[in-house]
T-cell receptor, first 110, second 114 residues
Framework: GQNIDQPTEMTATEGAIVQINCTYQ??????LFWYQQHAGEAPTFLSY????GLEEKGRFSSFLSRSKGYSYLLLKELQMKDSASYLCAARGAAGNKLTFGGGTRVLVKP | DTGVSQDPRHKITKRGQNVTFRCDPI?????LYWYRQTLGQGPEFLTYFQNEAQLEKSRLLSDRFSAERPKGSFSTLEIQRTEQGDSAMYLC????????????FGSGTQLSVL
């Protein structure tokens, strides 16, 4: 089976940095994804990691350690519009579906 | 590219009724996925198609649920004899098969079963 764990909620101040951790257990591994979801809206793609290391994309970075089954999403220079749920998802070796964690709700305060 | 479209956006029904939702994927995408999401939770996989073939179905999916993608383009998800526990957001996503394929989600159909 597959299991994805991430914190339920985090609060941070505008302009600060927040790191959202995700641990996963999958039957095989074929990529780790991060999605952003604002309330009432569709999830939108943020990042993809399949090899160990850091992927940087503007204010957002994502890190993967395959040996530890661990990833994090780093949000820098937080803005109020970054208040959303952040979903960690893994693709196993068998099949193509993504298995999602429960999401981390990030609240950015002024 | 008009994105993934889902219809209707909202559906209210009475327990025991049948409902059908439609998803139109991004036109060049050959894979289509259905997920269900309840408040405060992540999306839960239901089923997926490659072209018109249904390749995987969640073991959690009751036999009251059926999905089709008859011509490899749009898809429908039908729920028969709805129950209050079926109340959720039903999300459709599509992708084009590739090494780092990412899913593009529609805005979902919010189902409320009274």
């Amino acid at each position: 089976g597959q299991n994805i764990d991430q914190p339920t909620e985090m609060t941070a101040t505008e302009g600060a940095i927040v790191q959202i951790n995700c641990t996963y257990q999958t039957s095989g591994f074929n990529g780790l994804f991060w999605y952003q979801q604002h309330a009432g809206e569709a999830p939108t793609f943020l990042s993809y990691n399949v090899l160990d290391g850091l992927e940087e994309k503007g204010r957002f970075s994502s890190f993967l350690s395959r040996s530890k089954g661990y990833s994090y999403l780093l949000l820098k220079e937080l803005q109020m519009k970054d208040s959303a749920s952040y979903l960690c998802a893994a693709r196993g070796a068998a099949g193509n579906k993504l298995t999602f964690g429960g999401g981390t709700r990030v609240l950015v305060k002024p | 590219d008009t994105g993934v479209s889902q219809d209707p956006r909202h559906k209210i029904t009475k327990r025991g009724q049948n409902v059908t939702f439609r998803c139109d994927p991004i036109s060049e995408h050959n894979r289509l996925y259905w997920y269900r999401q309840t408040l405060g939770q992540g999306p839960e996989f239901l089923t997926y198609f490659q072209n018109e073939a249904q390749l995987e179905k969640s073991r959690l999916l009751s036999d009251r649920f059926s999905a089709e993608r008859p011509k490899g383009s749009f898809s429908t998800l039908e729920i028969q004899r709805t129950e209050q526990g079926d109340s959720a957001m039903y999300l459709c996503a599509s992708s084009f098969s590739a090494t780092n394929e990412k899913l593009f989600f529609g805005s979902g159909t919010q189902l409320s079963v009274l």
